[in-house]
DNA sequence: CATGTTTCCTGACAGC
DNA sequence: TGCTGTCAGGAAACAT
């Protein structure tokens, strides 16, 4: 399932790829759930498009095109939900079951967005004004970049929350691109458990959270991201995150630290795994 | 507003 | 073998 390590990966990948070519053509299927925007208006909207960068805002991949004098700006944004796939192919490779969009480019290749359960999002992002363009504002999703927010903030952020860290962790409006398998991974660093209310962590746990968070997202980017049920990035690669995990599905395993058995309990409706040991 | 619960969807897998 | 039932999970919608 993409959370931001495997986001930024596609994100990167798709860059590379497709940077600086032009969409010509763009194609949505009916199906209404992977939709935000209207399949003709989004098609519309892209074709003739430039494609200038491609990057990760919290979970979702976003697209940013060159100026263009006599149209407005627009960001398309695609969130990959849990099985969505951005993957440039070539034409002549047939387009695999449940492609939900695909962006045929000048270079002759095609974008294609696959998602076989229909929890990712494809939609449009319009900018209000066309005039000033140096003060567009960019798409920003709801939360604080968990790469980018301070101690002090996160303090902030989770001290009054009377739900459990894990929830907290999962909640998008706080943090913006952890999903289950960071959260699990970092409160296992932090030595935290997952049920804990997070406004009862102290200062030096939440400090501690602050510094996992972030070492397990880092690190996770540096490895390509966790390929745990059928991730591959934008050239079908897999990650090797997973390979270091010390919870995320190691229910019954030896803990890799002290050798107890991992545990699973579900907290805020979602599979969490721990070690009754390490953590506390 | 904050928090908890339900819903969407299909592939994978267990059990008969 | 092949059918049925259950589960996974991000985030929006809905309920409390």
Request: proline content about 7%; glycine content about 8%; hydrophobic content about 40%.
């Amino acid at each position: 399932m993409p959370e931001l390590p495997e986001v930024e990966t596609v994100a990167n990948g798709v860059h590379q790829r497709i940077a600086g070519d032009r969409i010509e053509e763009a194609w949505f299927s009916s199906k209404p759930e992977p939709m935000k925007t209207p399949p003709a208006t989004m098609a519309k909207a892209l074709t003739g498009r430039t494609v200038e960068r491609v990057h990760r805002v919290g979970k979702h991949v976003v697209f940013d095109f060159a100026p263009q004098a006599e149209r407005d700006p627009v960001q398309w944004i695609v969130h990959l939900g849990m099985t969505g796939r951005l993957v440039v192919a070539d034409p002549e490779v047939p387009r695999p079951p449940h492609t939900h969009g695909v962006l045929m480019l000048r270079s002759g290749r095609e974008l294609r967005f696959v998602d076989a359960r229909r929890f990712g999002r494809m939609g449009l992002h319009v900018f209000q004004k066309s005039d000033q363009a140096a003060e567009l504002p960019g798409f920003r999703g709801p939360g604080t970049e968990p790469l980018r927010i301070s101690k002090a903030d996160f303090r902030q952020l989770f001290h009054k929350r009377r739900t459990s860290i894990k929830a907290a962790l999962l909640n998008q409006t706080l943090l913006h691109g952890v999903g289950n398998i960071y959260a699990d991974e970092s409160l296992f660093r932090a030595k935290i458990r997952p049920r804990r209310m997070a406004a009862r962590l102290t200062i030096p746990e939440l400090d501690r959270l602050h510094s996992a968070v972030q070492k397990v997202l880092r690190e996770a980017i540096r490895l390509g991201g966790s390929s745990v049920s059928d991730y591959v990035d934008a050239a079908g690669e897999r990650g090797f995150f997973q390979l270091r995990h010390y919870v995320y599905i190691r229910t019954g395993q030896p803990c890799l630290v002290c050798g107890t058995p991992i545990r699973r309990i579900v907290v805020a409706g979602r599979g969490t795994h721990y070690c009754p040991v390490c953590q506390r």
